[in-house]
């Protein structure tokens, strides 16, 4: 007999498979990066359409195969509907997703990964969050929990507003990560410093949706 898995996540990816199924990528906690099929999800009225979409927050129902999970069923905490209606802020939301799945594993505690996922995309969809902000968040916390952020590397030539900032984003949790606001000259120091910790810890490697945000600037 099949196991049963109940577990929250967030929806990372999602493709056609056959002509009726769905495989999706998603993001949980405990037990990391899974891949699930869908079996109907792509039928017109099918209980698994709308759970199967990019961005959904949900807690999944699964049976645990040799190698995959089949999606048995779920409930839906949050779907980001404005992400549907904003061209940009849904660009920022599929670069988190393409991040977070290049960041993290197959069995393994993902739960702040997952936790701070949720997080920015809230934030993403707030009208008082920078997007800018948003990201600079996602992308330095990211590789704090992934343990590679070196603090030293920026104790000299920094003002003091972004050493604040960083000691901040190392020291809270996830949860409570979006409750302040920067400067423009801070927000802009800040995003420096995200960029090249970017480049330095994903050595190259190039996100689609972040070439499509590069365009917009």
Do not use: W
């Not at 495989?23 to 079996?39: D, H, P, Q």
């Not at 984003?169 to 420096?192: C, G, N, Q, W």
């Not at 490697?205 to 917009?216: P, Q, T």
């Amino acid at each position: 007999m099949l196991d049963l898995m109940n577990t929250p996540g967030i929806v990372l990816r999602a493709e056609p498979v056959n002509e009726y199924d769905r495989r999706v990528v998603i993001l949980t906690g405990n037990s990391g990066k899974i891949t699930a099929f869908a079996n109907g999800a792509r039928r017109q009225g099918n209980r698994l359409q709308a759970c199967t979409d990019l961005f959904v927050f949900a807690d999944f129902k699964l049976f645990a195969g040799r190698n995959s999970y089949t999606l048995n069923d779920a409930t839906v905490k949050n779907y980001f509907p404005e992400l549907r209606d904003d061209f940009t802020g849904a660009l920022y939301g599929m670069y988190f997703l393409e991040l977070a799945d290049y960041c993290t594993r197959e069995n393994n505690d993902e739960r702040d990964m997952l936790t701070l996922l949720y997080q920015s995309l809230r934030a993403l969809v707030h009208p008082d969050f920078d997007n800018r902000l948003v990201k600079m968040v996602f992308e330095l916390k990211s590789i704090m929990i992934m343990g590679e952020f070196d603090r030293e590397r920026y104790r000299v030539g920094y003002s003091q507003s972004a050493g604040y900032t960083m000691d901040f984003l190392l020291a809270t949790h996830p949860k409570s990560l979006y409750h302040f606001k920067l400067k423009d000259e801070v927000l802009t120091e800040m995003i420096r410093i995200a960029a090249a910790e970017c480049t330095r810890v994903f050595e190259g490697h190039r996100f689609k949706s972040a070439e499509m945000l590069d365009v917009l600037k």
